[in-house]
């Protein structure tokens, strides 16, 4: 193991990890945003958005990202429009993970039994107080892990990024190891710069599920 | 759960360590000749198949036509190697990451991937002769050419993934700022988008790209010293390594490079490009 | 010629439909096998012994966490590596995949587990069902519909992921792409939004029935 090696190129990780975090947790809270709201659309059935939602979920989610990337960051130009990379980024992932997040969140609250919403109507409890005091915390439980694994997921998707000339950590592991061929040092890196990054995350989502379980019935 | 999170990290930390250990075994294993994992020229020609490593989207050098065949300048060469060896040729579909991987773990026996000859990969791989020679050329939009590398100092530089150019100024020019795609038609889109001020690669490229696009001129056409590319084979694989060398300089007696040169690259080039500005004939530059 | 005509010159339309095919190809097994291993895995998790929680808890958080590249290489590289055992790239992709998709599927599994209400337990005991019954009639039910849509969710994110394994040397369909336009590049230099148009179709052809299937199943439950 070549720890100069290490030692020299853990700056230019650690700025890759820096972005990588602020881009894709950029991306990543606008995406839970997004989904949170398609999901209350289908949820509710309004109309006309319902259709639109199921669309653009159905479009955003059967494609990879890459793909999604390429037309944001080389086809928009043709049309006049240049976006940064870093914007591409954020849209891109935004785009993607909302779908992720509304799958996710519209599941979640499909566990609630309808026998919950009846009793909060015979309670005369209005549409907001439902959601907040009985549908909500049940659909929490539901939604805590299924979303903890698109977080990360959508976290490890920024290494697309390197497609479209974004200095994520992909983008410079796989530069490196294609300049000096130092490959485990590099990987050991990469694998060490994501775990630092969502080892965290992991946790914080456990310790969400614990405390969400813990009122359970 | 905190324990429980220390035994994941742990744990996590020491599966990196085992990667690590497994990954740098490849020292002891070279030193004995039961374990070596690349073949000699007797093994390959044993096998009937020699495994070529070589890129499959890098036009004109190696890429794969309309009709699935492999071409390209590198591709040509290595035709020949496997008609002289009297095996089959098993093309390997390489990147610039993982060139010297496949090497290094005896996946393919020889990489012609448009391979730049540096120190530093000199110790991981050994290089046989060269059979071409790289000098950079950048081009630049008309309203804005870059005359010299100064010129570049605080703006942004396209280059390819895996080329020369690459190379060249992520080791001599590390204060310019990169902007790194791994296709050509992407860096090219990303400089007529104005992602970038300049892109750089072999002069040949830019020479027939410049004539081709309207509005980019190559303001430097030869920069630095001339790179070379040669071919690739695992460390310490003496006899295929000489047998390389000796059919490269067998092949001067036909001009075989300048053949290649011919076949591949000149209807690339058109007559925009020299000729012995990028043949290496013999291995002698 | 013209961008769009690249995709119909030779047999590159093939070849990009046998990338497909190779996409398609390790997607699927990986999946199949991850489902079986990975409902086991999911309900021991959800038993009562702590050791075998942890274990698999571990082995979940070190697959998600790694990025599948660095799997993919250790795979196909470290092992041979350590070895001296060659596997293909595919046979790489399938393990790695496999291993992943386990993971994931045993975490979704006891997830979806957990979010039953005890009540559900309790009144299917009360009514005198036995566990098995309980199983089978009340719980697995109302799991698989929490469960369906995500490992849906989970397939279509392993068959977008095998973009990775072209740089363990497997030609998929990206690959294919990439390969087409650079072949093209002097003749046709607008081909690549063309041809990723057409790749952006054949990921959405294979994904997107995978979809409505999820949703045909989870919707009759109701």
Not at chain 1, 9 to 24: K, M, Q, R, V
């Amino acid at each position: 193991m070549d720890w100069s090696f290490i030692a020299e190129y853990t700056p230019l990780f650690a700025e890759s990890a820096l972005l990588t975090i602020i881009i894709g947790g950029i991306g990543t809270l606008l995406s839970m945003l997004t989904g949170l709201v398609c999901a209350l659309i289908k949820y509710f059935r309004i109309p006309v958005l319902k259709h639109i939602v199921t669309a653009y979920t159905e479009l955003s989610r059967n494609t990879p990202l890459i793909v999604q990337l390429f037309f944001l960051y080389f086809g928009l130009p043709k049309a006049g429009i240049v976006l940064s990379s870093e914007a591409c980024g954020i849209i891109g992932l935004t785009f993607l993970g909302g779908s992720y997040m509304a799958e996710s969140f519209y599941a979640a609250l499909g566990t609630v039994l309808k026998g919950q919403i009846d009793s909060a109507d015979s309670l005369a409890l209005n549409r907001v107080q439902t959601m907040r005091y009985v549908v909500f915390p049940q659909a929490a439980r539901a939604a805590v892990s299924p979303i903890c694994a698109n977080v990360i997921f959508l976290l490890k998707e920024t290494s697309v990024f390197s497609a479209v000339s974004l200095a994520d950590l992909m983008y410079t592991a796989k530069d490196l190891i294609g300049m000096y061929y130092n490959t485990t040092e590099i990987l050991s890196m990469l694998v060490v710069s994501y775990l630092l990054i969502l080892l965290p995350v992991s946790g914080i989502f456990s310790l969400l599920e614990r405390r969400i379980n813990r009122g359970r019935i | 759960m905190k324990t429980f999170k220390k035994i994941t990290a742990l744990l996590s930390a020491a599966l990196i360590a085992l990667t690590a250990t497994a990954c740098t075994n490849n020292s002891d294993k070279a030193s004995s000749d039961d374990d070596q994992l690349y073949r000699t020229v007797d093994e390959i020609k044993e096998s009937g198949t020699i495994r070529i490593g070589v890129f499959t989207d890098k036009n004109p050098f190696g890429y794969v036509d309309n009709n699935g065949e492999y071409q390209g300048y590198d591709v040509y060469f290595a035709e020949r190697i496997a008609q002289d060896l009297g095996v089959a040729l098993e093309f390997v579909p390489t990147e610039a990451a993982n060139r010297v991987e496949f090497l290094e773990t005896g996946k393919v026996d020889i990489v012609l991937a448009n391979f730049t000859v540096t120190d530093e990969r000199a110790e991981k791989v050994d290089f046989a002769l060269p059979y071409m020679k790289v000098a950079l050329g950048i081009v630049s939009p008309d309203s804005d050419v870059i005359t010299s590398v100064e010129q570049l100092t605080d703006k942004t530089l396209i280059v390819v993934k895996g080329t020369t150019a690459e190379t060249y100024f992520t080791e001599n020019y590390p204060a310019i700022k990169l902007q790194k795609y791994d296709e050509y038609n992407e860096a090219y889109s990303a400089l007529q988008d104005g992602r970038g001020d300049a892109f750089s690669t072999d002069n040949t490229e830019v020479l027939a790209w410049a004539l081709q696009n309207p509005g980019f001129t190559v303001g430097i056409e030869t920069l630095g010293s001339i790179d070379k590319i040669a071919p690739a084979v695992t460390k310490d694989n003496t006899s295929l390594l000489n047998w390389i060398n000796d059919e490269i300089a067998s092949l001067a007696d036909e001009q075989f490079f300048h053949k290649a040169y011919d076949e591949t690259l000149a209807d690339v080039y058109g007559t925009a490009v020299d000729k012995e500005s990028l043949v290496v004939e013999g291995g002698v530059i | 010629m013209e961008g769009y005509e690249v995709i119909f010159a030779g047999n590159n339309f093939i070849r990009l439909l046998s990338g497909l095919w190779v996409t398609v190809r390790i997607s699927l097994i990986s999946i199949g096998i991850s489902l079986i291993l990975g409902f086991i895995m999911g309900t021991a998790m959800t038993g009562r012994n702590p050791f075998v929680k942890v274990l698999c808890r571990v082995y979940l958080e070190a697959v998600r966490i790694v990025p599948q590249l660095v799997w993919l290489f250790i795979m196909y590289f470290g092992i041979t590596r350590l070895t001296g055992l060659n596997l293909s790239g595919e046979a790489a992709s399938v393990i790695v995949f496999t291993i992943w998709g386990t993971a994931e599927t045993a975490d979704l599994v006891r997830s979806a587990f957990g979010s039953i209400p005890i009540h559900q337990f309790e009144s299917g005991f009360s009514l005198g069902l036995s566990k098995i019954q309980l199983y089978i009639f009340v719980i697995l039910p109302q799991a698989l519909k929490n469960l369906f849509p995500n490992i849906i969710n989970l397939a279509t994110r392993m068959i977008k992921t095998t973009a990775l394994i072209s740089l363990i040397g497997v030609t998929e369909v990206l690959k294919v792409g990439k390969q087409i336009i650079d072949a093209n590049r002097y003749e046709a230099p607008d081909a690549a939004l063309w041809v990723y148009g057409v790749i952006f179709l054949m990921y959405f052809a294979v994904c997107f029935p995978l979809s409505l299937l999820s949703r045909r199943l989870t919707e009759r439950k109701d």
